[in-house]
C-alpha cells in the first residue's frame, strides 16, 4: 500500500530507493539486514508460492505447492535458519528496548515465528503419516475415520474392510461393506466414467503406484457396480482418458450383512509401481433422505488429492 500510493501519486517515483528510506525508518541499523528478510518472504511468495505457473491440460494454470514442497523446498530449514539469522542479526545493531528493536521482535513473531509453527506441524503429522502402513499379507484393513472435508471429522457408524490379494497380472481390492439399510442405498445408474459416480453409494481407490506422492489414479465402483476412472496430477489438472483404465475388472453383490465390492486393477495401468506405494481406501455411503458419510482410512488426508497425507500399502516382497 505504502508503495503504491506513492507510485501513483507520482509515476516516476524510483520504488527501490523508496523502499531503502522505508526500512531506515522502520529498523534503523537493522536495515540492510530486514531488507534481505523481507526480499527473501517476497521472493518465495510472489515466484514460488502464488506465482507459480504451469501448463496443463487446460492451458496455463497457477498452481499452488503441496505442503512437503512448502516446508521442504520453499521454506526449507535452510531458509528458516537464514532469516533467523538475519532477525538476529538486525536486532544485535539496534539499542535494546528502542521503537527499532520492537518493529523487529513483531516481525519475528508474525512473520518468523508463526512460519516455524507451520513447518513444525507439517513435521509432526508427517511423522504420523509415515508410520501409517497396511502390510497386505496381514489380512484385512479395517476403515474407521469420517473424511472432515464431507462429514464432519469422528469415527465411522458401520464396518468398512479391504482386503488385497496381488496376482501376476493385476492388483484385486476387495470392500466388504456393512449396511443394515440396503432398501435405502441410494445409486442410481449413471454411465460409466461419468465424473458423478462419487455421489453414488460408492468405493473409492485413489493409487499412487510411483510413490512421488504428485500422480495419482482414482477409481469409483458404485453398489451398482458401475465404474468411474481418472488420472489425476496434483500440480497440472486432471486427465480422463478413459482408455487408459482398459482391462479394469469390477464386480459388485450382496451379503449377509451389506455389500461387496471387487476391483481388479491391471499392473500395466499403474506405471512405475514400486513394492510399497501411498494410497486411500475409501467409502461413501450413500442413503436416500440423509447426507452422505465419506469414510476413509487415513485420519490426515482432508482431500480427494491430499496424496501427501495418504498411508502407505506395503506389498508382499
Same mark, same amino acid.
Given at each position: 500500500?505504502y ?5 501513483m501519486?507520482? #509515476?516516476?517515483?524510483d520504488?527501490d ?12 541499523a ?5 531488507k534481505?528478510?523481507?526480499?527473501? *518472504? ?6 514460488r508460492?502464488?506465482g507459480?505457473?504451469r501448463?496443463?491440460?487446460l492451458?496455463?494454470?497457477t ?10 523446498e $520453499?521454506y526449507?530449514p535452510? /531458509?528458516?535458519?537464514? %532469516?533467523?539469522?538475519? *532477525? !538476529?542479526a538486525? =536486532? ?6 528502542? &521503537?527499532?528493536? @520492537?518493529?523487529?521482535? %513483531?516481525m519475528?513473531?508474525?512473520?518468523y515465528?508463526?512460519? /516455524?509453527?507451520?513447518a513444525a ?5 508427517? &511423522? +504420523?503419516v ?7 499379507? @496381514?489380512?484385512? %484393513?479395517?476403515l &474407521?475415520v469420517?473424511n472432515a472435508?464431507?462429514t ?5 457408524t458401520?464396518?468398512?474392510s479391504?482386503s488385497v490379494?496381488?496376482?501376476?497380472d ?5 470392500? +466388504? ?5 440396503m ?5 442410481p445408474?449413471v @454411465?460409466?466414467?461419468?465424473p458423478?459416480n462419487? @455421489?453414488?453409494? /460408492?468405493?473409492?481407490?485413489?493409487l499412487?503406484p !510411483?510413490?512421488?506422492r504428485?500422480? $495419482?489414479?482414482? $477409481?469409483?465402483?458404485s453398489? =451398482? ?6 488420472f ?7 486427465? !480422463? ?6 482391462? %479394469?475388472? !469390477? ?12 476391483i481388479s486393477v491391471?499392473?500395466?495401468v499403474?506405471?512405475?509401481?514400486k513394492?510399497?506405494?501411498?494410497i ?11 447426507a452422505?458419510?465419506? $469414510?476413509?482410512?487415513?485420519p490426515? =488426508? #482432508? ?5 501427501e497425507?495418504?498411508g502407505t500399502?506395503?506389498? &508382499?516382497?
Open positions: 500500500y508503495v503504491f500510493s506513492h507510485v501519486w507520482d #509515476h516516476s517515483t520504488v530507493a523508496l523502499l531503502d528510506e522505508a526500512h531506515a525508518l522502520m529498523f534503523g537493522g536495515r540492510d539486514e530486514m534481505r528478510f523481507f526480499g527473501i *518472504l517476497e521472493d518465495n511468495w510472489t515466484k508460492v502464488v507459480a505457473v501448463d496443463t491440460p492451458g496455463p494454470k498452481v499452488r505447492p503441496d505442503n512437503r514442497t512448502l516446508w521442504t $520453499i526449507s535452510a /531458509c528458516r535458519a537464514e %532469516l533467523d539469522a538475519l *532477525l !538476529s538486525a =536486532a544485535a545493531k539496534v539499542p535494546s528496548g528502542s &521503537k527499532e528493536a @520492537k518493529r523487529i521482535a %513483531l519475528r513473531r508474525e512473520f515465528d508463526r512460519m /516455524c509453527e507451520g506441524e507439517y513435521e509432526s503429522v508427517m &511423522k +504420523d509415515d508410520a501409517l502402513r497396511y502390510d497386505v499379507t @496381514k489380512g484385512p %484393513l479395517e &474407521k469420517l472435508n464431507r464432519g471429522h469422528g469415527d465411522a458401520v464396518r468398512t479391504v490379494e496381488e496376482t501376476s493385476a492388483l484385486v481390492f476387495t470392500f +466388504d461393506c456393512e449396511e443394515p439399510d432398501d435405502r442405498v441410494s445409486a445408474y @454411465k460409466p466414467g461419468d458423478n462419487w @455421489k453414488n453409494n /460408492c468405493v473409492e481407490l485413489r499412487n !510411483s510413490g512421488d504428485t500422480r $495419482i489414479y482414482y $477409481i469409483s465402483i453398489s =451398482a457396480n458401475v465404474p468411474t476412472c481418472s489425476t496430477a496434483t500440480d497440472s489438472g486432471l486427465g !480422463s482418458d478413459w482408455s487408459q483404465f482398459e482391462g %479394469l475388472k !469390477s464386480e459388485t453383490r450382496k451379503t449377509a450383512s451389506g455389500w461387496q465390492a471387487k491391471p499392473k500395466a499403474l506405471e512405475d509401481m513394492r510399497e506405494f501411498p486411500e481406501f475409501c467409502r461413501y455411503r450413500v442413503r436416500t433422505g440423509e452422505g458419510e465419506a $469414510i476413509q482410512w487415513s490426515y =488426508a #482432508h482431500g480427494f488429492a491430499d496424496v497425507r495418504f500399502m506395503v506389498l &508382499k516382497r
